[in-house]
C-alpha cells in the first residue's frame, strides 16, 4: 500500500482535459513539494513536473501541476494518444524519511 | 547529455548478495544526490536510497535497513547499491536516477530476480 494516493485509473479523448489526484499527509505533500512522473509502456520513468508545477525543459505545456494542503493534481490538456501512460505522484516524506511515491494512475486516451 | 547505465542484475537465489552499478556521463556526479528506485513487476515505483553529494549522507526505505548499502565514487562517475540477504520480495526493475528535488533523470533500469 502507498503511502500516496492516487486513483488507479482515469481516461479521456482527444483533445479532452483530464485530471489526477494524489493524496498525502502533513508529512509529506502538507510539508514537501510534490513531482510528477510519467511512464510510457515499457520505459524508465520521465520527470514531467517537479516543485508542485514547474515543468522541465522538453515538457510541453499541456502538463501542469497544482497543490493544495494535503493533495496535488496533474492536469492534461488537449490530450493526446501518445499520453497515454502510467502517472505516478512523489513527495519527500519527513517522518519516514525518504521519498514516497503514489501507487500510479493509469492513463487510457480513448 | 545526461546518461545513467545500470548494471549488475541478474538471477540469485533468495539470502544471496548482488552489487549494482550505475555508469553516470554527461555531468558531474560529485555535484548531485543520487537514488536508487525500484519497480516490481506490474506494480509501482519505490524509492529505495539516496545519497549526498560526498557520499556521507544516506537515506534508506525502511525495507531494506540492514541489507543494501548506497555508495559512490565520484572519480569514476559511478553509483552503487550492495544488497545482502535478498529476499523473493526485492524482485524488481532497480533503476538509477540524478536527484534534483527528487528524481529527475532516470537509467533504463537493471532487473534483478530473487528465486531459488
Known amino acids: 500500500q502507498s503511502v500516496l494516493t492516487q486513483p488507479p485509473s482515469a481516461s479521456g479523448t482527444p483533445g479532452q482535459r483530464v485530471t489526477m489526484s494524489c493524496s498525502g499527509s502533513?508529512?509529506?505533500?502538507?510539508?514537501?513539494?510534490v513531482n510528477w512522473y510519467q511512464q510510457l509502456p515499457g520505459t524508465a520513468p520521465k520527470l514531467l513536473i517537479y516543485?508542485?508545477?514547474e515543468r522541465p525543459s522538453g515538457v510541453p505545456d499541456r502538463f501542469s501541476g497544482s497543490k493544495s494542503g494535503t493533495s496535488a493534481s496533474l492536469a492534461i490538456s488537449g490530450l493526446q494518444p501518445e499520453d497515454e501512460a502510467d502517472y505516478y505522484c512523489?513527495?519527500?516524506?519527513?517522518?519516514?524519511?525518504?521519498?514516497?511515491f503514489g501507487g500510479g494512475t493509469k492513463l487510457t486516451v480513448l | 547529455e545526461v546518461q545513467l547505465a545500470e548494471s549488475g542484475g541478474g538471477l540469485v537465489q533468495p539470502g544471496g548478495s548482488l552489487r549494482l552499478s550505475c555508469a553516470a556521463s554527461g555531468f558531474t556526479l560529485s555535484t548531485y544526490w543520487m537514488s536508487w528506485v525500484r519497480q516490481a513487476p506490474g506494480k509501482g515505483l519505490e524509492w529505495v536510497a539516496n545519497?549526498?553529494?560526498?557520499?556521507?549522507?544516506?537515506y534508506y526505505v525502511n525495507s531494506v535497513k540492514g541489507r543494501f548499502t548506497i555508495s559512490r565514487d565520484n572519480a569514476k562517475n559511478s553509483l552503487y547499491l550492495q544488497m545482502n540477504s535478498l529476499r523473493a520480495e526485492d524482485t524488481a526493475v532497480y533503476y538509477c536516477?540524478?536527484?534534483?528535488?527528487?528524481?529527475?533523470?532516470w537509467g533504463q533500469g537493471t532487473l534483478v530476480t530473487v528465486s531459488s
Open positions: 516543485s508542485n508545477n
Open positions: 502533513r508529512s509529506n505533500i502538507g510539508r514537501q513539494t
Open positions: 512523489a513527495a519527500w516524506d519527513d517522518n519516514l524519511n525518504g521519498w514516497v
Open positions: 545519497i549526498n553529494q560526498d557520499g556521507s549522507d544516506k
Open positions: 536516477a540524478r536527484d534534483f528535488i527528487g528524481p529527475e533523470y
